[in-house]
């Protein structure tokens, strides 16, 4: 059941179980250090401790991550770079290949992108082949290669690169990505006559928002409030307090008998694991 809140466009509100410790298809510290080694594949790249430790060199240079000096430290933690990374709207039913830290040059620009060049940034790289790309005359258009970069730094840029043929057409391409996340919510009184329930949640200004419901046992209802933002780090928004009244059962009586569960706060992931 999904309840859109004012300004909501085209959003697909997608739930599934944040798992950061293993998340499938990731590399993170499992595989030996390689620092000379370039590839063309990021599914081959190898991610020491959360850094990238071979040079990935994607569609002959539209993006370059090589390993960071081992004196550069990242400002974020790796947990929650996974989270974000993992949470932008763009790879919906993209399968996550690689992630790590390391420094970043896009060979590509929009009118919403900030320029990448040499940046100490967070990196994942998914595949859409199989799930999110389409095939012409058999073939799939590209090699259906996904990626997302965030600047570690704050006020540093954020790119995401959706290739042709996979996705939603209008985001093909590189853009600046948009996260959704998971909203703490407070419940405002009882349900109206018809079985509805007010719930008043802080989001940016600048996102579109919702909320969604999930079974959770008997008599239990897991309420989400959902806020997606472009997850530009130069970009500030101001909070802005909203209610939304979400139709949870036929009569008044019915809605207030329900047990109501906040789903987890944070961003939400959106991708689809192998």
């Not at 082949?129 to 090699?143: E, H, L, M, Q």
């Given at each position: 059941?999904?309840?859109?809140?004012?300004?909501?466009?085209?959003?697909?509100?997608?739930?599934?179980?944040?798992?950061?410790?293993?998340?499938?298809?990731?590399?993170?510290?499992?595989?030996?250090?390689?620092?000379?080694a370039?590839?063309?594949?990021?599914?081959?790249?190898?991610?020491?401790?959360?850094?990238?430790?071979?040079?990935?060199?994607?569609?002959?240079?539209?993006?370059?991550?090589?390993?960071?000096?081992?004196?550069l430290?990242?400002?974020?933690?790796?947990?929650?770079?996974?989270?974000?990374?993992?949470?932008?709207?763009?790879?919906l039913?993209?399968?996550?290949?690689?992630?790590?830290?390391?420094?970043?040059?896009?060979?590509?620009?929009?009118?919403?992108?900030?320029?990448v060049?040499n940046?100490?940034?967070?990196?994942g790289?998914?595949?859409?082949?199989?799930s999110?790309?389409?095939?012409?005359?058999?073939?799939?258009?590209?090699?259906?290669?996904?990626?997302?970069?965030?600047?570690?730094?704050?006020l540093?840029a954020?790119?995401v690169?959706?290739?042709?043929?996979?996705?939603?057409?209008?985001?093909?391409?590189?853009?600046?990505?948009?996260?959704?996340?998971?909203?703490?919510?407070?419940?405002?009184?009882?349900a109206?006559?018809?079985?509805?329930?007010?719930?008043?949640?802080t989001?940016?200004?600048?996102?579109?928002?919702?909320?969604?419901?999930?079974?959770?046992g008997?008599?239990t209802?897991?309420v989400?409030?959902?806020?997606?933002?472009?997850?530009?780090?130069?970009?500030?928004?101001?909070?802005?307090?909203v209610?939304?009244?979400?139709?949870?059962?036929?009569?008044?009586?019915?809605?207030?008998?329900?047990?109501?569960?906040?789903?987890?706060?944070?961003?939400?992931?959106?991708?689809?694991?192998?």
């Amino acid at each position: 059941m999904i309840a859109k809140g004012n300004g909501l466009k085209k959003s697909r509100l997608v739930l599934a179980a944040l798992t950061i410790a293993s998340v499938a298809g990731i590399q993170l510290a499992t595989v030996a250090a390689s620092s000379s080694a370039t590839v063309t594949n990021p599914a081959s790249a190898t991610v020491v401790g959360g850094r990238f430790t071979s040079t990935v060199v994607l569609d002959g240079g539209l993006i370059t991550v090589k390993p960071a000096p081992a004196s550069l430290q990242s400002q974020q933690g790796i947990g929650g770079m996974t989270a974000k990374i993992w949470a932008t709207t763009q790879l919906l039913n993209f399968q996550p290949q690689t992630l790590g830290f390391g420094i970043v040059t896009v060979h590509a620009t929009s009118k919403t992108a900030l320029p990448v060049k040499n940046l100490a940034a967070w990196v994942g790289f998914a595949n859409g082949n199989f799930s999110a790309c389409i095939k012409k005359d058999g073939a799939y258009r590209s090699n259906g290669e996904a990626f997302v970069v965030v600047g570690d730094a704050g006020l540093s840029a954020a790119d995401v690169y959706v290739p042709p043929g996979c996705g939603l057409t209008r985001l093909s391409g590189v853009h600046v990505p948009s996260e959704q996340s998971s909203i703490k919510w407070y419940k405002e009184g009882t349900a109206s006559s018809h079985g509805a329930i007010t719930f008043r949640a802080t989001v940016p200004h600048c996102a579109t928002y919702g909320a969604s419901t999930v079974l959770d046992g008997a008599n239990t209802l897991k309420v989400s409030i959902l806020a997606q933002r472009p997850d530009q780090t130069a970009l500030t928004c101001v909070p802005d307090v909203v209610t939304l009244s979400i139709p949870l059962a036929k009569t008044a009586a019915k809605a207030n008998a329900l047990r109501l569960v906040q789903a987890t706060v944070g961003p939400v992931r959106e991708v689809t694991a192998r």
